[in-house]
């Protein structure tokens, strides 16, 4: 819709005044055709996947912008009464800076940075008025005991390699461990510590060993020993990517960018349609990943990858 003024009024209206007046006028227009606002975290295809999966779905207008260029300068961002975070560094920035009236949506960030980010924003009025939720990037624990349950029936024992990220799950893990009757070893690796020697003894006479997602732990030379001392002993490892079935890992229950995205896009209709946030969650949507040059050599009979997400969805309520 074009603006029209007078000559006068072009003529006497200071420059200044004519920028501010235009700028209000577009972000007014703007923000009366768009309502939602996505925030990525970067510019990796991971996150243009999320965004792909979610603009897919919504017929709300919206408007796409990195982190970088959320700042307090970008004082239209405040003017969309929705918000979502797409990854861990625009879920801290945005629910630091946006306004706490914006509702705000997260996504496509592991459950324990959620948590912390709770912790950091302990008194932030957002929190006062519990307009935010979020979708979470990792699996449930017992989405991924029933995963073992169906592969290895007869598991007694896990063994498991925690970093100081994942340690926050131990008491959760031992829970579900207790619940399937299940013994959990456990070893909490530091920088300094010698992952071959750690491991060895903490895999040795376990079952199975199950990988937790962790960014101080999981780099490529630990997961590259895991997998090495695992597979050299005959017991077989859960990853919690796909990338880890690849590399070796018997099988993994994951989600995918998209899954996430499909969801996030859930989460925006019933706020939009019902003004009612659904509490942070774990993905609804996974797929299963298998080895079968793994599941050979380890004498397992494994059943393909769609089975085996055929069954663990039915054992969910």
């Known amino acids: 819709m074009p603006i029209k003024m007078n000559k006068a009024a072009k003529r006497y209206l ?63 961002a405040l003017l969309y009464p929705t918000a979502i975070a797409i990854g861990s560094q625009a879920a801290d920035q945005a629910f630091g800076q946006l306004s706490s009236k914006q509702a705000l949506i997260m996504a496509f960030l592991p459950r324990r940075t959620y948590l912390s980010l709770m912790e950091k924003y302990a008194a932030h009025p957002r929190q006062q008025i519990n307009n935010f939720t979020a979708v979470f990037l990792d699996q449930p624990l017992e989405r991924q005991f029933n995963l073992i349950r169906i592969i290895k029936p007869d598991t007694r024992t896990i063994a498991t390699a925690l970093g100081p990220f994942s340690s926050e799950e131990l008491p959760e893990l031992m829970r579900e461990g207790e619940k399937n009757k299940i013994g959990i070893k456990h070893e909490v690796l530091s920088e300094d510590d010698n992952p071959m020697q750690k491991l060895q003894s903490l895999i040795a006479g376990s079952d199975v060993v199950l990988t937790l997602p ?18 050299r002993q005959g017991i077989p490892l859960i990853g919690f990517s796909d990338k880890y079935v690849t590399a070796g890992a018997l099988a993994a229950v994951y989600s995918d960018p998209a899954d996430i995205g499909k969801q996030t896009a859930e989460v925006l209709s019933i706020w939009l349609n019902k003004n009612i946030l659904p509490k942070a969650q774990f993905p609804r949507y996974f797929k299963v990943a298998t080895n079968p040059v793994a599941a050979r050599s380890l004498h397992i009979q494994l059943q393909a990858a769609e089975m085996l997400e055929q069954q663990l969805k039915g054992m969910e309520p």
């Open 14 to 76: 200071p420059a200044r005044r004519l920028c501010g007046l235009l700028l209000a006028l577009l972000f007014t227009f703007g923000q009366a055709h768009a309502r939602v606002l996505l925030i990525t975290s970067g510019h990796q295809i991971a996150y243009q996947e999320v965004v792909t999966a979610i603009t897919h779905q919504i017929t709300e207008p919206f408007t796409l912008i990195s982190m970088d260029e959320l700042s307090a300068e970008h004082s239209d």
């Open 214 to 231: 962790d960014k101080s732990l999981f780099n490529r030379t630990t997961a590259k020993w895991i997998l090495y001392i695992s597979f």
